[in-house]
């Protein structure tokens, strides 16, 4: 029987959100303190050492994408870091529970952050549509501030930063961090091309680092206990801990923060109770709209980033919709790719038309009137094509969920 480990969660339900004393009473901003008292490259050196990897979907190493941001530019007029907390992907809940339930934790990771690649200002580009996270945030924020944790001369350190809460209007596609930057500029929510990335090139020009909710609100933990022991935890490829929200069709949906290389099988029916009406698995989809179909012969896969992939699945955001035996595979797919087609901004031509072919494509499927097998190859073949001429990664995104349906499902449509 598995059972939760929390780490980012750890206050969870334990603390009043908004009161800073009671985050201070159970350790907080002592990691800050103690980040303060060593130099940027030490807390970089840290991070790389523990092997974190971003937990907004990409999986890319935290401590890399720092090294990368500190070392842009030896002297820049400035620097930023972005708190992304523009949570879209259906099925995600995460970001929204940490920022409510322990705000201070989130900021106190993104003084960590923002100190170790010396930036003087911090923006957290959240969605507009999580009042209780903002009006939470924005008060944290004005708590810390009072408190000496955020403006000039951070507790006698000689490091200033500010930080700033922006949001945004319910685009799916300002997750995606370089048109999440557009968007703080004040421009509308396109893509950019890249490179250059973020770190060389990001918020107004300047050296940027874009990093997720949850991987900011993990960041404490690990300046607290070192990097060896957050090492030391969960699977080898990806160590530490991942915050999974499980919905569908199980008995108890909900957040669960567990060490990576958790069986799916044990998140599923250990931590969310099985499933409703004690019907049968049918699948799950992992990761979101933006993930992958997955069936029985998963279920004793690690969830881990890299173990996933060799089944032709992701991990992406730790969104777990799962799938009773009387679920409907081609309506749930007919939504995923009305949502990618709603949800393109209509730059790229492939993918402002794509998107749409591959609904019309779809029909008889959901309509149950042609064999599923000639349509999901071609549908397929123009997803990979999207994939491969769209600048940001909702064009790259419908390829995922066919695939795996494809591969895992196709007689069963």
């Not at 019309?360 to 073949?381: R, T, V």
């Not at 064009?395 to 695939?403: H, W």
Request: charged residues 25%.
């Amino acid at each position: 029987m598995i059972k939760e480990r929390r780490i980012t969660l750890k206050n969870a339900g334990k603390i009043d959100p908004e009161k800073i004393s009671d985050y201070i009473r159970t350790g907080g901003y002592r990691a800050l303190e103690k980040a303060l008292q060593q130099s940027p490259a030490a807390i970089i050196g840290e991070m790389l050492q523990s092997s974190l990897r971003g937990r907004g979907g990409a999986g890319f190493s935290t401590g890399l994408k720092e090294k990368f941001t500190s070392e842009a530019s030896k002297t820049p007029e400035e620097r930023f870091l972005v708190c992304n907390a523009d949570e879209g992907e259906p099925g995600t809940f995460k970001d929204r529970i940490i920022m409510e339930k322990d705000p201070h934790r989130v900021i106190e990771g993104i003084l960590i952050a923002a100190y170790s690649i010396g930036a003087t200002r911090a923006f957290i580009y959240i969605r507009g549509e999580y009042y209780k996270s903002i009006r939470r945030l924005t008060t944290a924020v004005e708590q810390a501030r009072d408190a000496g944790y955020i403006g000039e001369n951070i507790l006698g350190s000689g490091y200033s930063v500010s930080v700033g809460i922006r949001l945004g209007a319910g685009s799916y596609l300002c997750g995606e961090e370089l048109t999440m930057l557009e968007s703080l500029e004040g421009k509308r929510g396109y893509p950019r091309i890249k490179p250059p990335f973020p770190a060389e090139k990001g918020l107004f020009g300047f050296p940027t680092l874009v990093n997720n909710v949850e991987t900011l609100a993990t960041i404490p933990a690990i300046i607290t206990r070192g990097a060896k022991w957050y090492a030391a935890l969960g699977a080898e490829d990806s160590p530490g801990t991942k915050i999974f929200t499980l919905s569908g069709d199980v008995k108890n949906p909900g957040y669960f923060e567990v060490e990576t290389g958790t069986r799916l099988r044990q998140l599923i029916f250990d931590l969310a109770g099985g499933i409703k009406n004690d019907e049968k698995f049918k699948a799950a989809l992992i990761g979101g709209a933006a993930g992958t179909f997955v069936d029985e012969t998963v279920l004793d896969t690690p969830m881990s980033y890299d173990l996933l992939k060799s089944k032709g699945a992701v991990l992406g955001s730790g969104a777990v919709i799962v799938l009773s035996e009387t679920a409907s595979l081609r309506e749930i797919t007919r939504s995923i790719l009305e949502f990618f087609k709603h949800e393109s901004c209509g730059k790229c031509v492939l993918c402002r038309v794509g998107t749409a072919h591959l609904v019309q494509m779809f029909q008889p499927l959901a309509e149950g009137i042609a064999d599923p097998e000639p349509i999901l190859a071609k549908m397929i073949q123009k997803a990979e094509y999207m994939a491969q001429t769209s600048l940001c990664p909702l064009g790259q995104s419908p390829m995922l969920p066919l695939r795996s349906l494809n591969r895992y499902f196709s007689n069963q449509l």
